[in-house]
């Protein structure tokens, strides 16, 4: 059973997905997964940011971007 733990302006139309939350607010953050994995997490992020989260951005299943508007993603 999966829990909305929120709602928000959507970007682009995908079929929703499940995954592992995971907040990402450091790169520390970000190298951590690289070494862990990222498969499967969906990762929280303050600013979108392609160089931040470059090292992971094809393993990551989703990314919610707390600021900016749908023109800035």
Known sequence: MS???????TVFT???VTGVWRMLNTPDD?????????EGVIAGV????ATFLAPIFDELTAVVC???TPMSH
């Open 3 to 9: 829990t909305v733990l929120g709602s928000g302006t």
């Open 14 to 16: 995908n079929p929703p």
């Open 30 to 38: 970000v190298l951590s997964l690289m070494d862990e994995s990222a």
């Open 46 to 49: 303050k600013d979108a940011g």
């Open 66 to 68: 707390f600021s900016g």
